[in-house]
């Protein structure tokens, strides 16, 4: 069976770009301590910390998935329905670079009926990667 997947792009950054990741996090942290030990260190924080505001990252709200035979995808077309694996009401993921970091709720912006929002309702804690 083939995996149709709403996270397919969040599954293929598994593995080796987020080890990539954490161990850039990692030397990041380590660099950010080694320069907070500096007596000039207050002078640089503010400094440090608006580079680091400013690294985009990539940000998906994952709403479901599901699983089909490949014969089932290939007859998708306009107009097809896919039922996905959570119902409506469900939280959905937050996901970001790859690692799912919230939950929440899908919400319409009052300052934007026409769009779409998450409203944040549980926070996944870190866990710190050997």
């Not at 660099?31 to 690294?55: K, Y």
Request: charged share 25%; glycine share 8%.
């Amino acid at each position: 069976m083939a995996a149709t997947n709403v996270e397919a792009e969040a599954e293929t950054e598994t593995g080796q770009p987020n080890e990539q990741l954490d161990r850039a996090i990692e030397e990041l942290r380590g660099v950010l301590r080694e320069e907070e030990g500096r007596p000039d260190a207050a002078l640089r924080s503010g400094a440090n910390s608006s580079i680091i505001m400013t690294i985009p990252v990539d940000v998906q709200i994952i709403l479901g998935s599901t699983e089909m035979p490949v014969s089932e995808l290939m007859a998708l077309q306009k107009g097809s329905t896919v039922a996905l694996n959570r119902r409506i009401g469900e939280p959905v993921d937050v996901v970001v670079n790859g690692r799912k970091i919230a939950r929440g709720e899908i919400t319409v912006l009052e300052s934007d009926p026409t769009r779409f929002g998450i409203r944040l309702t549980e926070i996944i804690a870190a866990t710190k990667s050997a």
